[in-house]
């Protein structure tokens, strides 16, 4: 008897499994780029955006950044004093913990850490962020943050309502039946606060490369000996977003009792992929209301 269609299992998935030539291709690269270079930086990536991050690939031409399959990474690189490929870099391998990435360059820390404080993208936020600022809707037509101010199109309005807003249909725009909170600032997101603030054209996350620890191949200040790893002071804001972008402090004991950070982020690298963000269920919001706005610039 023929099987049923039913019972057909059909992958939804287009990611290629990444075979063990693959794996072995990167550690090649990262010892090379790890013998090259005279700098080793450990970042954590606030509010992760691929695109920002292409483009942080481009303004350091010359220089190697290594972001995903962090397990790989700290094997090519050596965790302990008999594995590492040069005198103190396993520190930095066991710092490969979370939501970070390496650079390696022969910039001067100095240029390094200037960079780091100047560049940032602003772009909207997501699920689990925190609000910068409070915004509240007065009643009447909804309109968006530009400039001058634009009323949103019909089409968006039972989007907004979907998400909780008392809004109705009248003469064609979308209007507030009375005053509605967005939010206030300090709170974390909702998937649906976030997707109203992106619908008003309201943007409250900044995609940032915050330094968080760099081995020296020279050595640190006043000494000459190769393998110095130097820790950067954060500040409370830096903190803050380090702690919200799920990287790890402190490293990885080896050979020691596992905490339950160590154990939460073996179990989070297990799918981690080279140089992609997870796509996750707001993605999937996203994309879909990206979909429906309009082109930008067409108005009805």
């Known amino acids: 008897m023929a099987r049923t269609k039913r019972a057909k299992v059909v992958s939804l998935t287009q990611t290629k499994a990444k075979t ?19 700098y080793i930086w450990l ?41 590492e490929i040069r005198p103190g870099v396993g520190k930095i391998a066991q710092r490969l913990r979370g939501n970070v990435g390496l650079l390696m360059t022969d910039s001067p820390p100095a240029e390094v850490l200037d960079w780091c404080s100047d560049y940032r993208r602003l772009d909207y936020a997501r699920m689990g962020n925190r609000a910068t600022e409070t915004v509240t809707l007065p009643a009447g ?10 009323t949103l199109p019909h089409s ?29 600032k300090g709170e974390k997101l909702t998937a649906e606060k976030a997707q109203i603030l992106k619908h008003l054209i309201i943007q409250m996350a900044h995609f940032r490369l915050i330094p968080l620890v760099y081995w020296s191949a020279v050595g640190a200040p006043g000494e000459d000996s190769e393998g110095a790893v130097i820790e950067v002071p954060l500040s409370e804001e830096d903190r803050e977003l380090v702690e ?57």
């Open 43 to 83: 970042f954590a990536v606030s509010n992760m955006r691929n695109a920002y991050l292409s483009e942080v690939r481009s303004l350091w031409n010359g220089s190697k950044i290594f972001f995903g399959k962090l397990r790989v990474i700290a094997k090519a690189l050596g965790e302990t004093p008999e594995e």
């Open 156 to 184: 968006i309005e039972p989007q907004l309502r979907s998400l909780g807003m008392p809004t109705q249909l009248k003469m064609g725009v979308p209007t507030l039946l009375e005053e509605f909170s967005v939010c206030k």
């Open 244 to 300: 919200a972008s799920n990287a790890v402090f402190q490293p990885k004991v080896k050979g020691g009792r596992a905490t339950e950070d160590n154990k939460r982020m073996d179990e989070d690298e297990e799918d981690d992929d080279d140089d992609m963000e997870e796509p996750n269920e707001f993605d999937d919001i996203e994309a879909r209301d990206k979909a429906m706005m309009l082109p930008e610039g067409m108005k009805l």
């Open 141 to 150: 037509p909804v309109h968006c943050r530009t400039d001058p101010p634009e």
């Open 20 to 38: 063990r030539e693959h794996k072995e291709n990167i550690i090649e690269n990262v010892r090379e780029a790890a013998s090259q270079y005279s």
